[in-house]
């Protein structure tokens, strides 16, 4: 995952993390991701069920994980 060039250099993300919470009787999925210079959180959606926010959370930070850890650039 990378940030936009309105957000600053193009530097590769160090970490990233999803978090589940209530809102209103909805479940937000929010995914936060750590760059050599600050951390970047973005709203990814809602959800009628804890479970199903849950799921959704999983599977974004396995994706996102597995973009983190990909090939190597040198």
Not at 2 to 27: H, L, Q
Request: glycine share 8%.
């Amino acid at each position: 995952m990378s940030r936009s060039t309105d957000d600053g250099p193009d530097d590769a993300p160090i970490g990233v993390e999803t978090f589940v919470r209530e809102d209103r009787g909805r479940w937000i999925v929010e995914i936060a991701v750590a760059f050599p210079d600050g951390v970047v959180r973005r709203r990814v959606n809602t959800y009628p069920t804890r479970r199903r926010a849950e799921i959704a959370a999983s599977w974004i930070r396995r994706g996102a994980d597995r973009d983190i850890e990909g090939p190597r650039r040198d």
